[in-house]
């Protein structure tokens, strides 16, 4: 069985989610929700690291609040950096070398699909790199600075990127190894794989692996946890009531 490392970044500003309160650390039907993430992948055999990276300002919250349920589910916590390439590069360093494959999956993708995951991992391990997408069935629009139809934009062959995105460790290094200034607007991890020259296959997914963005996301997030299928998850030790 391929082993898999799987970094999950939690380093974003979240402005759009408002400045009351961290979208890492927002309740999602009573757990917060990188946790409703990082449940998707601990339990997993063929899972044999999960890393949290979360940015510098809020590594000390997270280690007080939640340091001891994360040593206890095996989750490694480091800091990550100004822009997301930075978060996932600061992750790769602690990668084990068991790991033969790296996964990188959004914190705010709580709702993300065993039988996606299944998929996505199954078709990194053929073709060396995969990612979930999700067809676009809306008509897009070009719209200009003056908020006027530019173009409207063929739909054909157009799918907006979700996550995992899988990769196997050499890829994704390599990638990574890459990286310069020119990358600043580089918004996954799939887009450095292509600069590098490699081919990313795509396994087709659904709207259902909805990525947070504002507050109102979070009672869709919650519907759609409630009607997905899902394993019991182990009691999360001692201190699960006062952590959560």
């Not at 290094?173 to 990313?200: C, F, N, Q």
């Not at 009691?235 to 952590?243: D, I, N, T, V, Y």
Request: charge should be neutral; aromatic fraction near 6%.
């Amino acid at each position: 069985m391929a082993k898999y490392a799987v970094i999950i970044p939690a380093a974003g500003k979240g402005e759009r989610f408002g400045k009351s309160e961290k979208k890492t650390f927002a309740k999602l039907d009573g757990r917060p929700v990188f946790l409703r993430t990082v449940e998707h992948f601990i339990n997993r055999e063929d899972v044999c690291q999960t890393i949290l990276a979360v940015a510098p300002e809020d590594i000390e919250e997270m280690k007080s609040r939640y340091g001891a349920n994360l040593g206890f589910m095996g989750v490694t916590l480091v800091e990550g950096g100004a822009r997301r390439v930075d978060t996932v590069a600061a992750a790769l360093k602690k990668v084990s070398e068991d790991a033969e494959f790296v996964a990188v999956h959004d914190a705010a993708r709580p709702c993300v699909l065993t039988s996606m995951i299944d998929a996505v991992f199954a078709e990194a391990t053929k073709s060396g790199a995969a990612i979930l997408a999700d067809p676009i069935t809306g008509t897009v629009k070009k719209v200009g600075e003056s908020k006027i139809i530019e173009e409207t934009v063929p739909r054909t062959s157009l799918y907006q990127a979700q996550t995992p995105q899988v990769f196997r460790r050499d890829i994704l290094l390599e990638s990574y190894s890459k990286i310069g200034e020119s990358e600043a607007d580089v918004t996954d991890d799939a887009e450095l794989a292509e600069r590098a020259g490699h081919a990313v296959s795509v396994i087709i997914s659904d709207a259902r692996n909805l990525k947070i963005t504002t507050k109102g996301d979070l009672a869709l997030a919650a519907a759609i946890l409630k009607a997905a299928p899902r394993k019991a998850v182990p009691r999360l030790g001692a201190f699960e009531e006062a952590q959560w």
